[in-house]
């Protein structure tokens, strides 16, 4: 599975991305798509994911600010993101798995990251 993330940029806080990513070969539809994000000199955190058909997770620090989506048909994700600040600020990378999970150890393909930042 390849996977290319997109969107990144700089914001102003309170601001609003959208990112986006597309995932191309053995992508199959009954999967789990993610997104984790890793700010210079942190772990690289949880965000969302989306199951193909048991919905939706988010990490508590992006709760009611974030929103995680996927077009089938055109086997894209998309991770809508308002208000944000600047704790916000990391490399936001795609992912994609089997298990709807929060670790990263559960998520065999990953997209090489698209930037973030949020000046305040």
């Known amino acids: 599975v390849q996977l290319q993330a997109s969107g990144g940029g700089l914001v102003q806080a309170g601001g609003s991305l959208r990112l986006s990513c597309v995932a191309s070969?053995?992508?199959?539809?009954?999967?789990?798509m993610g997104w984790f994000r890793q700010a210079p000199g942190k772990e690289r955190e949880f965000v969302a994911a989306?199951?193909?058909?048991?919905?939706?997770y988010y990490g508590d620090s992006v709760k009611g600010r974030f929103t995680i989506s996927r077009d089938f048909a055109k086997n894209t994700l998309f991770l809508q993101m308002n208000s944000l600040k600047p704790e916000d600020t990391a490399l936001y990378y795609c992912?994609?798995?089997?298990?709807?999970?929060?670790?990263?150890?559960?998520?065999?393909?990953w997209g090489l990251g698209t930037q973030v930042t949020v000046s305040s």
């Open positions: 992912a994609h798995g089997w298990l709807m999970s929060v670790s990263s150890a559960d998520f065999g393909s």
């Open positions: 070969g053995r992508t199959f539809s009954r999967n789990v």
């Open positions: 989306i199951h193909w058909s048991r919905g939706t």
